[in-house]
């Protein structure tokens, strides 16, 4: 049997709003306002090099601030001013890279353009903040708020109605929940100190709760096993001109850079995936290879130099070569600088290294303290088994050490792993004596995973250059 949809809309649909409408309509006029002006008050005229740049303009902010989710998402004001200024300078990103493609960059004028970023983002940020004292004070005045329910409870419940109590425009007021199971514990404070959700009764006691509050949102938070409970809430309410929707707590779970996408018009929950698929990988790789080759190029004398002096101060070979854990699990051979004596492992067991480890050579205590013993896994980030950032590669046998005691270990390797990374310049790095310190660079690791960006691997890099020489090197 071949499953087809009933029907031929998609199930995914974005919802549409007057608001963001007039939003992103404001923003458009306002920047092509100010661009017009700028160009005409400094050269009198319009030229066509400038009119392409708007159209340019104009295409990418469309684009762009689609992906930064500027007109989709009802957040804090704080937060949409950044969110605004990451996405306009991405635009600006664009442009210049295009300038610099095309060979145009010394039409434009640098004036023009630094202006034109400046006083457009502040044109934006004042219409935003515009629109929504308006809107608020239109939904305030015009409309009742409708009265919403909410089946469940837990975390994720008093998080959905501590979000739509702080938007006021979202025309929602949440009057309590109804429990699934027996209550088994009694009411807490809920998040940021407000009190949690109030409970109104049971299930079974839906149909008199739903005409008792003149209800008509319903949301359904239940666990991914809850289908029976849907299936009878759903049924219940659809006679009622009720809006049901389902919020599904996948939030007890580990989630690996989740999100939503459709199939056909099926909608398809991701829980886990990697972030470097199609245009961000290339991104990535791009960052990667350009910037080691650089650092090689630059950093030449120095691993000549730490060559000759680890063959001179000790029997053995100048580079140490080790078996370890990549991207989707595959295993690659890690370059380092020796910095040990030549040895067996004990027992067949692989022994970190420790702070004044005697097996340390004098040229392999001062490179290790500098971290300089890490400079040949550049060639392994040329060669795309690693990247400048992501998670340390461990030895294989730590690898099976740790997975035992920690359930999510190997959701790490959702990533390329990294030179450097963000439980490096936490200071989890060297040594690790307990699982706890272990687990603390796992939460890092797959805290990177899930906001992995070209901007959060700059700040990486940047923080690596104090962290990597610190207390925690040796």
């Not at 650092?295 to 004398?301: G, M, Q, R, T």
């Not at 310049?425 to 699982?435: D, L, M, P, Q, Y």
């Not at 070209?454 to 250059?465: A, G, Q």
Request: hydrophobic share 45%.
């Amino acid at each position: 049997m071949v499953f087809e949809p009933r029907s031929s809309r998609s199930l995914l649909q974005r919802r549409s709003s007057v608001s963001n409408a007039i939003q992103a309509g404001l923003d458009g006029i306002a920047v092509t306002g100010i661009a017009w002006y700028l160009i005409y008050d400094q050269f009198g005229y319009i030229t066509s090099d400038y009119v392409i740049m708007l159209l340019l303009l104009i295409g990418a902010l469309s684009v762009i601030y689609d992906h930064y989710a500027i007109y989709r998402s009802n957040v804090g004001l704080s937060i949409k001013a950044f969110r605004l200024f990451k996405a306009w300078s991405a635009t600006f990103c664009f442009l210049v890279v295009m300038a610099f493609l095309t060979k145009q960059s010394e039409t434009y004028s640098r004036m023009l353009v630094g202006k034109l970023f400046v006083i457009g983002y502040c044109a934006q940020l004042f219409l935003h903040f515009a629109v929504r004292e308006v809107q608020k004070r239109f939904l305030a005045n015009a409309y009742r708020m409708d009265n919403a329910l909410i089946i469940g409870a837990g975390d994720l419940a008093n998080f959905l109605h501590l979000k739509i109590s702080n938007n006021p425009w979202f025309g929602e007021r949440v009057v309590g929940c109804v429990l699934i199971e027996p209550a088994t514990e009694p009411a807490r404070e809920g998040p940021e100190g407000l009190q949690r959700l109030p409970v109104l009764g049971h299930i079974s006691q839906l149909d008199e709760l739903v005409t008792q509050h003149a209800i008509r949102t319903v949301y359904l938070v239940t666990p991914l096993g809850g289908s029976e409970v849907i299936n009878e809430v759903y049924l219940k309410l659809l006679d009622r001109c009720i809006a049901v929707n389902w919020v599904p707590d996948i939030f007890s779970l580990r989630l690996i850079n989740h999100s939503v996408r459709e199939i056909a018009g099926i909608p398809v929950l991701t829980l886990s995936e990697t972030p470097l698929t199609g245009m961000s990988l290339f991104l990535k790789n791009l960052e990667d290879r350009v910037l080691a080759a650089l650092i090689v190029l630059c950093a030449s004398p120095v691993l000549l130099a730490i060559a000759i002096a680890i063959k001179l101060d000790s029997p053995g070979p100048v580079f140490f070569r080790q078996e370890r854990m990549g991207w989707t699990g595959e295993s690659f051979r890690i370059w380092k600088f020796r910095s040990m004596h030549v040895h067996q492992p004990e027992n067949g067991v692989v022994k970190q290294a420790q702070r004044n480890d005697p097996r340390l050579t004098r040229v392999g205590a001062f490179i290790r303290r500098t971290s300089l013993d890490e400079l040949p896994q550049l060639f392994n980030v040329l060669t795309g088994q690693m990247s400048l950032v992501g998670p340390r590669p461990h030895a294989l046998q730590h690898d099976t050490l740790y997975s035992q005691d920690i359930v999510d270990y190997f959701a790490r390797h959702n990533i390329k792993p990294g030179m450097t990374g963000l439980a490096q310049v936490r200071g989890f790095r060297g040594e690790t004596k307990g699982i706890e310190q272990m687990i603390q660079r796992v939460d890092s690791d797959i805290e990177y995973i899930n906001n992995w960006s070209l901007w959060l691997d700059f700040v990486i890099l940047v923080r690596t250059l104090n962290a990597f020489t610190g207390k925690q090197a040796y």
